[in-house]
Every structure is written in C-alpha cells, then in structure tokens.
C-alpha cells in the first residue's frame, strides 16, 4: 500500500471555530466599526508615536506603582501581627517580674543562701550636724 495525500475540500466546515471564515468573528466586527484599516493606509502615523509612548509609559508606571503598594501593604500587616506577638511576650514577661519581685517570692528565694525576712521596721538614723 502507498502513501498518498489527501485533498480537502474547499469549502470550510462550518462547525469548528478556526475555519469560521474571515470577517464573521467577534473582532471583525469590531474593527470594521472602528475603520482601524483607515488610520493605517498611508502606513504607520508617526505623529501619535510620542503621545502613545507616554501613554504606554503611565500604564507601565501605574502597574508598577499597583505593585509595589501591594507589597507594602502586605509587608505592613506582617509586621502588625509581629509587634502584636512582641507586645503578647512583653505583656507575659512583666507580669511574670512583677510576680518574682513580691516579697514573698524573693524570702522564699534567699532562704536558699541562708538569709531570713526581717520582721523589724526600717528606721531612720539620724545625725546632728557636727556630730561627724
């Protein structure tokens, strides 16, 4: 058996999407509303060249700005949720001082090294002038 090739048929098929023929598709008609083909007949308007590099420039711009304040954004409510986790351990932290640092807790703590809590009130000593 040979190889040989085969002959389509001229006529597109009307049920598949690529051999919809030219001019019936949905961007076909929307250059043929615009009339694009006008503006290019005399080949490419040079004049607008500036005009739509600034344009491309501020959306390129504007992209980028988007960008980067999402970024920020982002970065900022992470740090949020870090100083509330600093501010929780500082919190757990001073409570727990202020806890070791009772009266109680320290004579229980120097009773170890042999030091008692002394029931006596502190006094004052008082000394004339000149007497020293």
């Not at 597109?12 to 009339?35: N, V």
């Not at 739509?52 to 954004?73: D, R």
């Not at 970065?75 to 501010?87: F, K, M, N, P, Y």
């Amino acid at each position: 058996m040979e190889n040989k090739f085969k002959i389509k048929p001229d006529k597109p098929e009307a049920t598949t999407r690529a051999s919809t023929p030219t001019g019936s598709g949905m961007f076909s008609a929307i250059e043929k509303r615009l009339k694009l083909e006008s503006y290019f007949e005399e080949g490419f308007p040079v004049q607008y060249l500036p005009k739509i590099l600034f344009a491309l420039m501020l959306g390129i711009l504007y992209i980028s700005n988007t960008h980067y304040s999402e970024k920020t954004v982002r970065d900022i409510s992470a740090i949020q949720a870090e100083v509330e986790d600093l501010r929780a351990d500082y919190t757990t932290l001073k409570s727990d001082l202020m806890f070791a640092s009772k009266q109680s807790e320290v004579a229980k703590k120097v009773k170890e090294f042999g030091l008692k809590e002394s029931f006596k009130p502190p006094y004052k000593i008082v000394v004339e002038e000149g007497e020293y």
